[in-house]
């Protein structure tokens, strides 16, 4: 698990943030590309273990966003049922802000 963070933090993908946050799906997908670099440079052992690490990571991730998605929309409910204005029209709306590039 410390070879796989470090990489990450040498490669940056710790702040996978540029207005926007990274998907499960992203932060996984060059997370497995970065221990693929470094293959050569690790045990077998090492390898599979950071594979599966960052496997339960983005699960992990996914879990949290969710989550978070949820609460959002239950507070979104609730301020439209409170006509207060709400932070997000629709799930569309939040997706894109929250997760799509705005480059």
């Known amino acids: 698990m410390q070879v796989l963070i470090g990489m990450m933090q040498k490669n940056g993908l710790n702040n996978l943030k540029r207005n926007r946050m990274a998907t499960a799906v992203e932060w996984y997908q ?3 590309f970065e221990i693929l670099k470094e293959k050569e440079n690790l045990s077998d052992e090492i390898f599979l273990q ?3 690490n960052a496997h339960l990571q983005a699960k992990e991730m996914e879990k949290q966003q969710i ?3 949820n609460i959002q ?3 979104d409910g609730i ?7 709400t932070k997000f029209q629709n799930s569309l709306q939040y ?3 929250t997760y799509k590039d705005k480059l």
Not at 79 to 85: G, Q, T
């Open 73 to 75: 929309g239950f507070e």
């Open 30 to 32: 060059k997370a497995i």
């Open 79 to 85: 301020n439209h049922e409170m006509d207060i204005p």
């Open 95 to 97: 997706y894109n802000e």
């Open 50 to 52: 950071n594979i599966l």
């Open 67 to 69: 989550i978070d998605a």
